[in-house]
T-cell receptor, first 111, second 114 residues
Framework: GESVGLHLPTLSVQEGDNSIINCAYS??????FIWYKQESGKGPQFIIDIRSNMDKRQGQRVTVLLNKTVKHLSLQIAATQPGDSAVYFCAENQAGTALIFGKGTTLSVSS | GAGVSQSPRYKVAKRGQDVALRCDPI?????LFWYQQALGQGPEFLTY????????KSGLPSDRFFAERPEGSVSTLKIQRTQQEDSAVYLCASTIRGDRAEAFFGQGTRLTVV
């Protein structure tokens, strides 16, 4: 079936580096995308979202890029901090359907 | 409360036992979602309520799973005759309205069936 997936299950970076987490989606009808952060023992926490009529959206230290041509979504975290260590999920949906989550990328930040 | 609250945080059930998991959404949030998250996986959709109406239950894995939200606020996910494959974290999320708003998740209930 169609689903959202992530390219790498793990990513290790040094504190202060920029991190890029990638996600490929297969449902061309999806028009809303969200990145979530999940720390151990906690529920997913909303980071940033983007709609398909945009290709870039910036938040505080985070940027989401959407490339609809190749169905690719990425999350960029600037100046990564140890507190950014978590599992990151991308999720997508179309109007009226539930969010579909990918399997997640575990980000480890070493100081 | 300030966030989505789920109880219990942990539940150990013997195979065949019935369990009930509770979700208190953020006050005023119209939409409520239940997800199942297996170890190392992303959350998978179970069911969706708008107020007290269950609009989508296509993700419920079997008829042993039942969810309700009788007054449009608190929701209960019930699993009858639990089986080992039901072991997972059950997450509840609420949004102000609909499936396009920012979803706030609870901490989840970790169910272990032994």
């Amino acid at each position: 079936g169609e689903s959202v997936g992530l390219h790498l299950p793990t990513l290790s970076v040094q504190e202060g580096d920029n991190s890029i987490i990638n996600c490929a989606y297969s449902n061309s009808a999806s028009d809303y995308f969200i990145w979530y952060k999940q720390e151990s023992g906690k529920g997913p926490q909303f980071i940033i979202d983007i709609r398909s009529n945009m290709d870039k959206r910036q938040g505080q230290r985070v940027t989401v890029l959407l490339n609809k041509t190749v169905k690719h979504l990425s999350l960029q975290i600037a100046a990564t901090q140890p507190g950014d260590s978590a599992v990151y999920f991308c999720a997508e949906n179309q109007a009226g359907t539930a969010l579909i989550f990918g399997k997640g990328t575990t980000l480890s930040v070493s100081s | 409360g300030a966030g989505v609250s789920q109880s219990p945080r942990y539940k150990v059930a013997k195979r065949g036992q019935d369990v009930a998991l509770r979700c208190d959404p953020i006050s005023g949030h119209v939409s409520l979602f239940w997800y199942q998250q297996a170890l190392g996986q992303g959350p998978e959709f179970l069911t969706y309520f708008q107020n007290e109406a269950q609009l989508d239950k296509s993700g419920l894995p079997s008829d042993r799973f039942f969810a309700e939200r009788p007054e449009g606020s608190v929701s209960t996910l019930k699993i009858q005759r639990t089986q080992q494959e039901d072991s997972a974290v059950y997450l509840c999320a609420s949004t102000i309205r609909g499936d396009r708003a920012e979803a706030f998740f609870g901490q989840g209930t970790r169910l272990t069936v032994v």
